[in-house]
């Protein structure tokens, strides 16, 4: 056994118990640690990587527990040879893998999303110092020891009866319930528990709507500049595309509206620009859909960060047709991580969404919904909700001054809030260009490539985010994108 596999670094993610015992398994299942061979003493081991003997002994039994050893009395610990058997041996993970078939794959595609310029995604943001991205938020903001107790909870015994079987291609009652009676009233909507279906995110929901039902015979409406992947997934079906102006008051209804078979709409906060589709705009677009007859796909991804002024009515809760097919998330108001949405339409729409549901990933994780359903009906989402909207509120004062400042005219700030701001730099300047330059100060920003999908598009918008970026650095980062924009401007004059 080689000195090398007693050296333990010591890291952040976990106890020094739960980090020997990584260690172990590591040496273990790597044959490090032969089987069937004596593993070091417990004193040893401890003098050896300098901590406590208790330690090393509890990690030792809780590997006799679990198979990985066995305790032999007046001797040690041994390796248990049955926890190795099956696997194979010989294997140099750290080989490459030469390709054996030099194959066309290409030309078995029928799509290829990899081709299209996409969202940049800045993995090292949290290592920037003014990340200005969106949909990224400020983790020591979460309450996460309330989310930890629950997630307790549902690992209890009697809860775990309800959530640990095959439930085939329903989801959990409890999260249903709190969906129905917690979130959606909020919007002005109600519905049935049978109207509601939970995603993977919006995103997901996106994609079974399309897949179910958008076909290459259909035309369908999109907001530009607007949600780059909205156009990805719709074009996917072979959908022909229509471009939907807008302006201070959301997408713009008119003829251009004709002709459509589905009209997609962010009326919360337009993603990019964040403007807010008006209660007469939005009644004007219902009526345009009884006209057409075309149907409405609601993305109201960002529902709870209307805090300038009063709320406005979700779409579907003024439909009186059902023309409304409607996607809420709880990814971005609680974390992205947890992948969360779902979609509330017609009864016999949500029996067919969820048997195509059940052909793409059978059921989402029923322990994952119960721990959503406890955070919500204990009051949990409730108060992170109101504490993030004060801290929002905060940061989003703070950017429309170091605006008003800094780039005068620039930006309009939002009517009903939203996480971001839309920013117009000069026409010379191209805001890929400047996201380039900015990089090299800590600076993260997102060109407006990423939104506009139609030929002649401006270059020179560009989107900011603020949830992830500290009250006190906001100033800072305002002041070194307008410099940037000015050495732009000047280079391009």
């Known amino acids: 056994m080689r000195e090398a596999i007693f050296h333990l670094e010591r890291t952040e993610g976990g106890s020094i118990q739960t980090q020997l015992r990584h260690m172990l398994v590591d040496a273990i299942l790597s044959g490090q640690l032969e089987a069937g061979k004596a593993v070091p003493s417990c004193r040893k081991l401890a003098q050896q990587l300098k901590v406590s003997r208790n330690t090393v002994v509890m990690a030792y039994q809780g590997l006799v527990d679990d198979g990985f050893l066995v305790a032999r009395e007046r001797s040690g610990y041994y390796v248990d040879p049955d926890i190795t058997v099956d696997r194979l041996s010989g294997l140099d993970e750290e080989a490459e893998t030469e390709e054996k078939v030099n194959y066309d794959w290409e030309s078995r595609l029928n799509f290829k999303p990899g081709r299209r310029k996409h969202k940049k995604h800045f993995k090292d943001w949290r290592e920037q110092p003014y990340p200005f991205v969106a949909g990224q938020m400020d983790y020591t903001l979460f309450p996460l020891a309330s989310w930890r107790e629950c997630s307790r909870q549902a690992m209890g015994r009697k809860i775990m009866e309800d959530v640990s079987f095959d439930a085939y291609d329903e989801d959990d009652p409890e999260l249903l319930d709190q969906i129905r009676t917690r979130l959606l009233p909020r919007r002005g909507i109600n519905a049935k528990s049978s109207q509601i279906l939970v995603t993977m995110g919006v995103q997901n929901a996106l994609y079974l709507i399309g ?34 102006p807008l302006d201070e008051n959301g997408v713009i209804v008119d003829e251009k509206l004709n002709g459509c078979d589905y009209v997609y709409v962010t009326p919360s906060h337009n993603s990019p620009t964040t403007v807010t589709l008006s209660m007469a705009r939005r009644k004007a677009l219902l009526e345009k859909a009884s006209q057409e007859d075309f149907l409405i796909l609601e993305d109201d991804y960002e529902p709870e960060t209307n805090f300038i002024g009063n709320p406005t009515p979700a779409l579907k809760s003024l439909d009186k047709e059902g023309r409304v097919i409607y996607m809420g998330s709880l990814s971005k108001s609680v974390f992205p991580a947890l992948r969360m949405g779902y979609i509330v339409a017609p009864e016999p729409l949500i029996r067919e969404l969820r048997a195509l549901r059940r052909l793409m990933y059978r059921h989402p994780p029923s322990n994952n919904q119960r721990t959503a359903a406890l955070f919500l009906g204990q009051g949990h989402y409730d108060s992170f909700i109101a504490r993030l909207k004060r801290i929002y509120k905060e940061r989003w004062e703070i950017m429309r001054e170091a605006l008003d400042r800094y780039l005068p005219g620039a930006s309009v700030a939002p009517t009903f809030g939203g996480t971001c701001f839309w920013v117009k730099a000069p026409e010379a300047v191209d805001s890929s260009d ?34 992830s970026v500290p009250n006190e650095k906001i100033d800072a980062g305002i002041e070194l994108i307008a410099k940037h924009i000015k050495k732009l401007s000047e280079k391009q004059g």
Do not use: W
């Open 211 to 244: 897949a179910l039902m958008i076909s290459e015979k259909d035309t369908v409406g999109l907001e530009e500049p607007g949600y780059q992947d909205s156009y990805m997934l719709c074009t996917k079906s072979g959908a022909k595309i229509k471009s939907l």
């Open 434 to 467: 400047l996201a380039e330059s900015l990089r090299d100060d800590g600076v993260l920003i997102e060109p407006c490539e990423d939104f506009f999908f139609s030929e002649g598009a401006p270059s020179n918008y560009f989107r900011l985010g603020y949830t």
